[in-house]
Structures are given as structure tokens and as C-alpha cells.
């Protein structure tokens, strides 16, 4: 089984709409994060977490909220979708590594959203 | 300078070549660095990571110049199964977050 799933794996929606995106994790990483990949932009770090009481904004959070149910559970939301919100979206985890060496980050496989 | 900035190809070459790529970064204050492959449509999985002036592993070798704040990735003998796109990762280390900055990615296609 993978270590890290991510649900639904394609997802068609219409402006508007509400939709969430969920994340689980059987690594026992404290970490986790949600990107997203555009073509042409790389990967964009929208939110991360570093444990269940701790949320923080990546660089791209206008639009998203995210929950942090569990040390396994990281759900992205978009409360009203729009088109530009069409992307590859992916979460990962990490353990925080060993300073000064950064920690290793692993993907689930993504999510494709479309936004109509 | 864009924080990470890669040539995004695509590497067209024969199996069997030798191919590098080329990363640069513009914080100087971070101190390791990753290279992440990723095939069309899948997430990116971690090829190697580099702490100290190089790192080898089989066909692969990266190395770090930070007097240059570059990075390289040298693919030695090219398979077929290397085509792919290879994300430079550099961490932003401040207030340790280890936040990280992917690149573009440089595409690689392998031909027979």
C-alpha cells in the first residue's frame, strides 16, 4: 500500500462549488504539505503543517483552507472554485530531517481538479 | 535572480550519452539541496540530495559549487527509463521552516 494517498484522484467541478481534498499518511511523518503544479510554474506550496496545532500559509494560500484532523489527515479545501484553480494538486510529508540537512519531502500520487 | 532557476530543455539524447544539468539559486544561506524526478503525471520522487560538494550514486552524480550557488546533475550512460523531468529543490531555510523552492524542471527524453 502507498504511504501517502491522496482523495479523489480526478475531480470535475463547476465554479463555485465547494470541494476538499484529503490526504492521509501512513509514514508517522509530523509534516505535511499541499502543492500545487501548473504547467510551466513548478510545484507551489499552498499550506503546510508541522503537527495537528500548527497551520501555516505557503506562498499561495489565497483561496484554500486546510484542516489538520490527525497527525495522518490533511484536507485542503477550496471554499468556491474558480478556473484558475485548475491544477495537479499534491501532498506530501516529511520526518524534519537532521539540521542542517533538510528533510525529505514524499508525494502522493495527486489530484487532478478541474474547474469549469 | 529567480530563486531557482533551471534550463527548462527538453534534453533530447541517444541512450548511452552522458548529459548534465545545470541549477542556480539565489539564497545563499541555504546549505543542502535536492533533485527530485518526476514522470509525466506522477509526483516527484527524490533521485538525490546533496549536502557537502557532491554526491554519487551509480550513474548519477550531483554536485554543489556554493561560491556559484549552483547546482549540477550528471546522468551517466543514459537508459531509456531516465526520461523524465528532474526538479532542482532548494530548501528555504529560515526560522526552520525548511520550506521548499522547486524549480521549473529540466525535461530529459531518451532516445533509442
Known amino acids: 500500500d502507498a504511504d501517502v494517498t491522496q482523495t479523489p484522484r480526478n475531480r470535475i467541478t463547476k465554479t463555485g462549488k465547494r470541494i476538499m481534498l484529503e490526504c492521509s499518511q501512513t509514514?508517522?511523518?509530523?509534516?505535511m504539505y499541499w502543492y500545487r503544479q501548473d504547467p510551466g510554474l513548478g510545484l507551489r506550496l499552498i499550506y503546510y503543517?508541522?503537527?495537528?496545532?500548527?497551520?501555516n500559509k505557503g506562498e499561495i494560500s489565497d483561496g484554500y483552507s486546510v484542516s489538520r484532523q490527525a497527525q495522518a489527515k490533511f484536507s485542503l479545501s477550496l471554499e468556491s472554485a474558480i478556473p484558475n484553480q485548475t491544477a495537479l494538486y499534491f501532498c506530501?510529508?516529511?520526518?524534519?530531517?537532521?539540521?542542517?540537512?533538510?528533510?525529505?519531502?514524499?508525494f502522493g500520487p495527486g489530484t487532478r481538479l478541474t474547474v469549469l | 535572480r529567480k530563486e531557482v532557476e533551471q534550463d527548462p530543455g527538453p534534453f533530447n539524447v541517444p541512450e548511452g550519452a552522458t548529459v548534465a544539468f545545470n541549477c542556480t539559486y539565489s539564497n545563499s544561506a541555504s546549505q543542502s539541496f535536492f533533485w527530485y524526478r518526476q514522470d509525466c503525471r506522477k509526483e516527484p520522487k527524490l533521485l538525490m540530495s546533496?549536502?557537502?560538494s557532491g554526491n554519487e550514486d551509480g550513474r548519477f552524480t550531483a554536485q554543489l559549487n556554493r561560491a556559484s550557488q549552483y547546482i549540477s546533475l550528471l546522468i551517466r550512460d543514459s537508459k531509456l527509463s531516465d526520461s523524465a523531468t528532474y526538479l532542482c529543490v532548494v530548501p528555504l531555510s529560515g526560522a526552520g521552516s525548511y520550506q521548499l523552492t522547486f524549480g521549473k524542471g529540466t525535461k530529459l527524453s531518451v532516445i533509442p
Open positions: 546533496v549536502y557537502s
Open positions: 506530501a510529508t516529511s520526518d524534519g530531517g537532521t539540521r542542517p540537512v533538510a528533510d525529505t519531502q514524499y
Open positions: 509514514k508517522g511523518h509530523d509534516r
Open positions: 503543517s508541522f503537527d495537528v496545532k500548527d497551520i
